[in-house]
């Protein structure tokens, strides 16, 4: 018998304690929640492809989190809908 397990939730807590949420969606994106007052954004073709909330994470297109590769960002209210490959 084989036992699969998927990661749905992980928790992040930068050097500032603030924490982190990321929540694997049904269609493979990551719902990002957290403390986005103080951040960093780029874009390019009016595409966010980085994300750097005050104190971390550092998060940009290539770069892999939940066994995913970032694709671009979204923004879902206060926080960031990453889009994955």
Do not use: A, C, H
Not at 47 to 68: A, H, Q, R, W, Y
Request: charged share 25%.
């Amino acid at each position: 018998m084989k036992v699969t397990s998927k990661i749905t939730k992980k928790t992040m807590t930068n050097r500032y304690g603030d924490e982190f949420v990321f929540t694997l969606q049904d269609d493979g994106n990551i719902l990002w929640e957290g403390k986005f007052e103080y951040s960093r954004v780029t874009s390019k073709t009016g595409i966010i492809n980085m994300v750097d909330p005050s104190g971390g994470p550092f998060l940009t297109e290539g770069m892999e989190i939940m066994g995913k590769t970032i694709k671009e960002f979204k923004i879902n209210k206060e926080n960031y809908l990453i889009i994955t490959q």
